[in-house]
Structure formats: structure tokens, C-alpha cells
């Protein structure tokens, strides 16, 4: 999932933090002979995630607008430190997170920007940050906006996202332990595997962000296969070290399928259709 307008401190902080805990991960992985990494692909991360944060900066006033308007129009007003509001906040957000996470699955005009997150093959804690550049392009805001016409202040709604993301960043990694009888409420690193493998029964599935009851609930949940071990990037997808090509190759491919499409609805399908057809 793709941020949408936090503070440029805020971004910083999780920027730097997440670098040490990178690099964390990949001592101990070395010192556990463990091969969670590879440079070549790490580096091209880090480029791809440089750019993202640039880009979030110059669209932040932009997103704000509709978030803004909708707010003026909202049908309650809730209190910032209010307990039910809070909680109702988070369940909210996590509900809305599960939708637009599955929407950018099924629908390539937003897997053209989801994409980049599953491209990497290794899953660690410097995939978290490979996050395409195109996401307000590709709509997800519009999918919290329900949240702030309840009447949920933006920056409340865009703090509890940013939790949400925060959480989603320790997840992805192998080092993890299991987590027992949390692991049938929590997204965990055990799920979350699953959601980035490229095994057949792993497509698609485990979608929550903080929480796996939507999934559970909505029948998209999967364990890890027992009889095969996980592989991670995309199906039938060339990897890449070039951050341009891993960011915008997925555009580039749909808007040469329009192109080439025969009539009206051919092309739809190729924008808005589930990827891969």
C-alpha cells in the first residue's frame, strides 16, 4: 500500500529508522547464513524508494484538496481522542485498507503501481520500501475518502494509515517467529509471506494490513503450502535492477495493450480488467 500526505518529518524518521533495521536484518541473516538478500536488488529498492518519497512530497498538497472538500461535507464529527472513535477509526481504516489492498490486485490500472511492491524475489524488511510511484494515479485515496465523509479528520484518518504501514514495514521478513493464537487476528510475517509468494495457491490472498479478520472473513485468507517452499516476485515477470523500468514497466506494458486492443471494449478491459488476462 502507498502512502498518501504524511509530514516530510514524519517520512524522514521512518526513512532512517528503517535503514538501521535493514541493515539490522541482513547482519543477522549473514551471521545465520541465511540468503534473504541480494545487493543488486537492494540497491535498485533504494532508488525506486528515493524517488517515491520525492514524489509523495510533490503530491501531498494535491491529495489534500479532495480530502478537504469531502471533510467540509461530512455527515458527523468525531472526537480526535475519543475511545469508540478511535477504535472505530482503526477498524475502519483497516476495512477500507483490505479493499483498495484487493482492488489493486484485480484491477491493472492499479496493479500498474502495486506491482512494483511485489516485484522484488527476496522478502525482507528492503522490500517493505519498494513502493511505486504512481499511487495517487491510480486512485487509492479514493478509498479513504468514506472514512472523512463520516466525518474522521484527514490527518486523523492519514495518521491511522500511517500506523497502519508502520506495523506492515516490521512484517516483512523470514527472521520473524510465529506468534500463536495472535496470528488468527494479526497480519503477521507468516501471512504476509504468503501474500508476496508467487506460488499458485499464494496469489492473491492474505490482503490485510494490521488485522487478517477481513480476510478470514471475505474467504481471501491462505497458510503457506505445506508440500513446496515459497518464491517470491511476480508470475512469469523479468526481474529488473533499472528503478525507472521497475516503477513504470507496468504502464508502459497496459498502455501498449490499449493501443493494440480492437474496440472500445477491449481496451477497458486492458486498463481495468484483472491483470494478467
Not at 545487493?39 to 489534500?64: D, K, M, P, Y
Not at 483498495?100 to 503501481?113: K, V
Not at 495517487?136 to 468514506?146: D, E
Request: contains cysteine; positive net charge; glycine residues 8%.
Amino acid at each position: 500500500m502507498e502512502p498518501l500526505f504524511p509530514s516530510p518529518y514524519f517520512r524522514g524518521l521512518i526513512l532512517v529508522t528503517a535503514l538501521g533495521l535493514m541493515a539490522l536484518e541482513y547482519g543477522i541473516s549473514r551471521l545465520a547464513h541465511r540468503q534473504t538478500h541480494d545487493w543488486r536488488e537492494s540497491a535498485a529498492t533504494l532508488g525506486v524508494a528515493v524517488v517515491q518519497n520525492l514524489v509523495r512530497l510533490i503530491e501531498a498538497g494535491i491529495v489534500a484538496i479532495p480530502f478537504a472538500y469531502v471533510y467540509q461535507h461530512r455527515l458527523f464529527d468525531f472526537s480526535a481522542t475519543s475511545a469508540p472513535a478511535l477504535l472505530g477509526l482503526f477498524l475502519g481504516s483497516e476495512f477500507f485498507y483490505y479493499w483498495q489492498h484487493r482492488a489493486s490486485h484485480r484491477i491493472r490500472w492499479m496493479w500498474a503501481t502495486h506491482r512494483v511492491h511485489h516485484s522484488p524475489t527476496k522478502f525482507n524488511l528492503t522490500a517493505a520500501i519498494r513502493l511505486g510511484w504512481t499511487g495517487n494515479i491510480s486512485g487509492n485515496f479514493l478509498f479513504f475518502l468514506p472514512l472523512v465523509w463520516i466525518g474522521f479528520h484527514p490527518f486523523a484518518v492519514v495518521t491511522m494509515l500511517g500506523i497502519n504501514l508502520t506495523y506492515q514495514f516490521f512484517i516483512h521478513t523470514e527472521l520473524a517467529p510465529r506468534l500463536g493464537p495472535l496470528e488468527f487476528v494479526l497480519n503477521t510475517s507468516a501471512h504476509h509471506r504468503v501474500h508476496h509468494a508467487s506460488n499458485e495457491p499464494c496469489l492473491d490472498k492474505n490482503y490485510g494490513g494490521i488485522l487478517i479478520i477481513f480476510d478470514r472473513l471475505f474467504v481471501t485468507f491462505a497458510q503457506a503450502p505445506a508440500d513446496e517452499p515459497l518464491r517470491y516476485g511476480l508470475v512469469g515477470g523479468k526481474r529488473s535492477f533499472n528503478p525507472v523500468r521497475i516503477a513504470l514497466g507496468e504502464w508502459i506494458a497496459m498502455l501498449h495493450d490499449v493501443r493494440n486492443a480492437a474496440g472500445a471494449r477491449a481496451k477497458f478491459r486492458a486498463l481495468f480488467g484483472p491483470p494478467g488476462i
